[in-house]
């Protein structure tokens, strides 16, 4: 094939786009055609992974995800349980919160208030409250520091299974259900958080 050049064909310019070989006839340019930069970028961080993919396994790289990758992008809430709400906006934060019942939940030796709330319950005698501390003591010892006084005030328990990410769960209850109380203790290795909440009959502190 002849090489290109801006001849001219029957003294006419070649069109826009079009080159003029040495044989005289015209033929369309080859366009480049360049890839939005957004498209270039999504391919590359696809092409990544699948490159990450393909040093583990002898199947061919694929540019579309494992199913499994979704599930680990999938922000997954810490289990609670049935506990009750601690938000520190709604209670007094490094302290018992004013008419909190101390002589029915007092804190644990050694133990550190985070947030705690306490909040009389419209049209009833009843008291809401809420109580989150850090300890040093291990699950036993904690989970009974803070049994103890209800069950000499007239509550009994109820041990449940916890579920995971608790390392205990008991339900307390008196006057037939009327007042009941909800702890589950997280322990992450190196210190132990309580959260202990519902509703009883009372006197502040």
């Known amino acids: 094939m002849g090489r290109p050049g801006w001849g001219r064909l029957g003294g006419a310019a070649p069109r826009r786009g079009w080159l003029t070989y040495s044989d005289g006839v015209p033929r369309p340019a080859v366009p480049t055609v360049r890839a939005p930069r957004r498209v270039v970028a999504t391919l590359l961080v696809a092409a990544a992974g699948a490159g990450v993919a393909g040093c583990s396994t002898s199947a061919p790289a694929r540019l579309d995800p494992p199913a499994g990758a979704t599930a680990l992008l999938t922000p997954t809430a810490a289990p609670t349980g049935v506990l ?117 009959r009372a006197t502040g502190t």
């Open 84 to 200: 009750p709400s601690t938000d520190p906006s709604a209670g007094t934060v490094g302290a018992l919160a004013e008419g909190f019942p101390a002589d029915l939940v007092p804190v644990p030796e050694g133990a550190e208030v985070l947030v705690s709330s306490a909040q009389p319950v419209e049209g009833t005698d009843l008291t809401s409250i809420s109580l989150n501390l850090r300890s040093p003591a291990d699950v036993a010892a904690l989970v009974a520091a803070l049994r103890d006084p209800l069950l000499a005030a007239g509550f009994t328990e109820t041990s449940t299974a916890p579920p995971a990410g608790l390392a205990a769960q008991s339900t307390f209850a008196r006057s037939e259900g009327g007042e009941l109380l909800v702890l589950g203790v997280v322990d992450d290795g190196d210190t132990r958080t309580a959260t202990l909440g519902g509703t009883v």
